[in-house]
């Protein structure tokens, strides 16, 4: 059964970059029916959509965070990857990595179906 | 971007109630509409897409509801393990957006 784990550093000095990964396993990240997500949730608040990437390479970005943000993938290694530059303490935050499907019917929806279990990375210094 | 709206944003029900959760959209967003079920210290788990369709493996006690800019989802009796927020989201368009959340408390 594929599964998804975020991994990456714990905390970050403010005005550094965020760096993280999600390793896929139990299957590959290589299929036309998915795409891969970044999505993040600060304590005790509600889910941001961060953005998403086709193992292709073509990305959509939340335009809130676009222009600190960069996903990217290694098709040999099963990963995908997150990077945010410039952080400060309100990109403090539990970071879920998740896969977006196509579902088999009806035609044309694609939908989160499976997250990773979250990571929290603390922006301090 | 489109605005997602969920009512209410906390509720507590007895076990067996019947439990509704509303979410309106800021646009048409015709079926495109999921739900998550989020328990304390956990990742959010999927629970039904395209407004109304069961992800594998939940229980038929949620059901989805709605087309359009409103929709709902139901629990048809409440149990202690359904403690949770529930979100929406809506996969319409980008940016993909969430709902605030419902918190599902149990008397």
């Known amino acids: 059964q594929l599964q998804l784990q975020e991994s990456g550093p714990g905390l970050v000095k403010p005005s550094e970059t965020l760096s993280l990964t999600c390793t896929v396993s139990?299957?590959?990240?290589?299929?036309?029916?998915?795409?891969w997500a970044w999505i993040r949730q600060p304590p005790g608040k509600g889910l941001e959509w961060i953005g998403i990437?086709?193992?292709?390479?073509?990305?959509y970005y939340n335009p809130s965070l676009k222009s600190r943000v960069t996903i990217s993938v290694d098709t040999s290694k099963n990963q995908f990857s997150l990077k945010v530059t410039s952080v400060t303490a309100a990109d403090t935050a539990v970071y879920y990595c998740?896969?977006?499907?196509?579902?088999?019917?009806?035609?044309?929806?694609?939908?989160?179906?499976?997250w990773g279990r979250g990571t929290l990375v603390t922006v301090s210094s | 971007d489109i605005q997602m709206t969920q009512s209410p944003s906390s509720l507590s029900a007895s076990v067996g109630d019947r439990v509704t959760i509303t979410c309106r959209a800021s646009?048409?967003?015709?079926?495109?509409l999921a739900w998550f079920q989020q328990k304390p210290g956990k990742a959010p788990k999927s629970l039904i897409y395209?407004?109304?369709s069961l992800q594998s493996g939940v229980p038929s006690k949620f059901s989805g509801s709605g087309s359009g800019t409103d929709f709902t989802l139901t629990i048809s009796s409440l149990q202690p393990e359904d403690l949770a927020t529930y979100y929406c989201?809506?996969?319409?368009?980008?940016?993909?957006?969430f709902g605030g959340g419902t918190k599902v408390e149990i008397k």
């Open positions: 990437i086709y193992y292709g390479g073509t990305t």
């Open positions: 395209a407004a109304s």
């Open positions: 139990g299957g590959s990240i290589s299929s036309s029916s998915y795409y």
């Open positions: 646009q048409g967003i015709s079926n495109y």
């Open positions: 998740a896969r977006r499907l196509l579902a088999a019917a009806p035609p044309g929806h694609w939908y989160f179906d499976l």
């Open positions: 989201q809506q996969y319409k368009s980008y940016p993909l957006t």
